[in-house]
């Protein structure tokens, strides 16, 4: 099982992005899947999930900007970013529990300016 995790760049403040994260190969069930990030010289963080049945979670810092969604058809989880801020700079990774593991991707880097 993969997650490729494709969508970051460079962004003006107050801009948008979205990431998009695919899981493939042999896949029987998948259950819940989010979005992390880590800041250089910080912990990685929880900033969204979404469970299979579509209950959503943010962190406060993105509630109201930051949007989750998934299409279980295509096993993807997407995060739709408004209203950057340059302290949402961070390599952003997917996350998912795939056939009751936790597999993660290889991570995006979203830079933001001001």
């Known amino acids: 099982v993969q997650l490729q995790a494709s969508g970051g760049g460079l962004v003006q403040a107050g801009g948008s992005l979205k990431l998009s994260c695919e899981a493939s190969?042999?896949?029987?069930?998948?259950?819940?899947m989010g979005w992390y990030r880590q800041a250089p010289g910080k912990q990685r963080e929880l900033v969204a999930s979404?469970?299979?049945?579509?209950?959503?979670n943010y962190a406060d810092s993105v509630k109201g900007r930051f949007t989750i969604s998934r299409d279980n058809a295509k096993n993807t989880v997407y995060l739709q970013m408004n209203s950057l801020k340059p302290e949402d700079t961070a390599v952003y990774y997917c996350?998912?529990?795939?056939?009751?593991?936790?597999?993660w991707g290889q991570g995006t880097l979203v830079t933001v300016y001001s």
């Open positions: 979404i469970s299979n049945g579509g209950s959503t």
């Open positions: 996350n998912a529990h795939i056939n009751f593991y936790d597999h």
């Open positions: 190969g042999r896949i029987f069930s998948i259950n819940n």
